[in-house]
DNA sequence: CCAAAAGTGTTTGTGGTACACCCATGT
DNA sequence: ACATGGGTGTACCACAAACACTTTTGG
């Protein structure tokens, strides 16, 4: 790595870095984003990614993590999942200076309804397939973001970052299924998540009544296993994203 | 996305924004990958990953590309895999100010000896297994790099980049081996990759003497996927890298 | 009794592994 | 003749898909 002369730091039109964040949780069954509601030019009324400037003491992470807990109004962000996407750095992307952006995926459980920022722009969660246009180059990011998430599900744990503490087989594959907007065999999936050791452990003696009707299933925690040995593919799939 | 009051971009300590590459070969049949020795403090008389600032006008990508045709000294580096990797920024992995990272792999397949670079350091292909350590927090970087090269490998068919235009099936094979450090069944290997459409297309009637020894093998082109279905997974493995 | 959701069992086919074997070339 | 590397065939085994079936709850 190279140094401009004399480590001038002002020798160079200064670059702002900021962090984007795309959210998920599911609500009802759908896929919900975290969006914002810009209150200035540009993009004035349109929705965007929630995110902010990357202070000086902070890395990219830290700044991921703290604007995901002032964003979401949760007390504890601190075990939620949050995963570096990759980061947007071209020239044009936001019309007021130069701004490289490094884009996270945060996946939350069970979210209370968001707070508005500390502009005047209000915070939704809006569902994923209703949420494009975006403002700025935010519709490519929150793709990209999706598919990550799709990608992880295969071969990590990561589903159960989407489910409460205690949760069903049944709710774990509905995780799957909105995800990737697939169908799966109940009899597979459930076999090959318990075929993998360490993905989910049994809660000794709970069930959960699910809607009020039929039979009670037993209640499951995540385990300690962060990858999945054999990864769980998606099915009928010509072309994997990259 | 929120903007400082009035939009005053020096409101904020400024941030570098620069491009590290990890810049991978094979040579003899070992991974080799491309270092500079810093000529200056600090790691003055270290090796590092070869990089740069990205200028005003670039985007990373732009960046990283036109620095991987300075350091290889290639002339045509149009054609070349590059693939961001993610980007770093803690606040202290340079000493002399904030600098944020974003980096790069690159996949070559039969390199000149590299330039030096603008400044007094020499440039040159180093064994991967010697590589370390290196200065600022590349050994993470170059660690993080080779994780992404061998799991892109299951799935892509970014092997062919590794190989010249024209390759045999055994060149092809030997990349995998050499970057999983793993021997492949060679009549297994042969099935899977021509049972995969697209991933390698033969070359009619051509045939290449391998070292004078052996069988003439037919010559294969890298074909128009880039995705494998299924993937080429790697033997015994127990935990996938995230 | 019926509907709905959980859970079990069985059959069938595909694909990966391991290994034996043949082919073509140089020394 | 033999060593070396390319190429083919095959038997076995594991696992996954598909689907029938049983169990337990509420209405």
Redesign the interface.
């Known amino acids: 790595?190279?140094?401009?002369t004399g480590?001038d730091?002002?020798a160079?039109?200064?670059?702002?870095?900021?962090v984007?964040l795309a959210v998920f949780t599911l609500r009802a069954g759908a896929l919900h984003v975290l969006l914002v509601e810009r209150g200035?030019e540009p993009y004035a009324g349109h929705w965007?990614?929630p995110?902010?400037?990357?202070l000086?003491?902070?890395?990219?992470?830290t700044a991921a993590r703290r604007e995901l807990a002032e964003e979401t109004g949760l007390s504890d962000v601190g075990g939620l999942h949050l995963e570096?996407l990759?980061?947007y750095?071209?020239?044009g992307r936001?019309p007021?200076?130069?701004?490289?952006?490094?884009a996270f995926t945060a996946l939350v459980p069970d979210p209370p309804e968001p707070h508005a920022?500390?502009?005047a722009a209000q915070a939704r969660w809006l569902p994923y397939d209703t949420a494009k246009p975006l403002a700025?180059d935010h519709d490519r990011i929150l793709a990209d973001a999706h598919d990550r998430v799709g990608a992880r599900l295969e071969?990590?744990c990561l589903a159960t970052a989407f489910c409460p503490p205690e949760f069903t087989l049944g709710e774990l594959q509905r995780v799957y299924e909105t995800v990737w907007g697939t169908a799966l065999d109940r009899p597979n999936f459930r076999r090959k998540v318990l075929a993998t050791p360490g993905f989910v452990e049994p809660v000794p003696g709970a069930a959960r009544l699910t809607g009020g009707r039929g039979k009670p299933a037993a209640l499951y925690r995540a385990g300690a296993?962060?990858?999945?040995?054999p990864?769980l593919l998606r099915p009928s799939?010509?072309?994997?994203?990259?």
Do not use: C, I, N, W
Request: glycine share 6%.
């Open positions: 790595m190279t140094m401009p480590y730091k002002y160079f039109e200064p670059f702002a870095v900021t984007d200035q965007a990614l995110g902010g400037f990357v000086p003491t902070e890395s990219a992470e570096q990759r980061t750095s071209e020239p936001d007021r200076m130069r701004v490289v952006s490094v920022g500390s502009d700025f071969y990590t296993v962060t990858t999945l040995h990864p799939r010509e072309g994997r994203p990259a």
